[in-house]
Each structure stands twice: as structure tokens, then as C-alpha cells.
């Protein structure tokens, strides 16, 4: 996802109601142990304001951090901080 992209939020907030709705799918069907993966971009969990020492700064709006912000927001749950 481009952050200059003006579709990028929908696009994120979207995969972030599908991460729950797996979640309460799967919980409900007794796979409370099952763990839903997804990779985001190297620097995913990152932005120009926490962005580690010694990393190299290239564009990124920290969607990661977006999504389970997103998650915290509407659901009340987070599944990864």
C-alpha cells in the first residue's frame, strides 16, 4: 500500500475487518489456538517517529501499526502491539 495512495486507508481498514472476522470464525469454530500471520513491509511497524537507530529511513507510513490501531478502535482487541 502507497501512503500517497488515496485508497490506502480503505484498503487497510478493510484487511483489518477481515483479520477479526477470521479471528471470530476461527474462535468460533474451536480453533482458538490457530495463529493468523500476515506480512507487511520490512518496516511496516515503523514511521518517521519511532523509526530505530541505526535503520535506514525510507518511505513508510507505518501500516502495521495502522491496522491494529484501526483493530484497537472498532473492536476493542488488539492482536499484536
Known amino acids: 500500500m502507497d501512503a500517497k495512495d ?3 486507508n480503505e484498503l487497510r ?13 476461527l474462535d468460533s469454530r474451536g480453533h482458538k489456538d490457530k495463529t493468523i500471520g500476515y506480512t507487511t513491509r520490512y518496516n511496516g511497524a ?5 523509526i ?12 502495521a501499526k495502522m ?3 484501526y483493530i484497537k ?8 502491539d
Open 6 to 8: 488515496p485508497d490506502s
Open 13 to 25: 481498514n478493510n484487511f483489518a475487518d477481515m483479520v477479526v472476522a477470521l479471528r471470530k470464525g
Open 46 to 50: 515503523w514511521n518517521a517517529n519511532n
Open 52 to 63: 530505530p537507530s541505526g535503520f535506514a529511513h525510507y518511505e513508510n507510513d507505518g501500516e
Open 67 to 69: 491496522i491494529n490501531s
Open 73 to 80: 478502535k472498532h473492536y476493542n482487541e488488539t492482536f499484536a
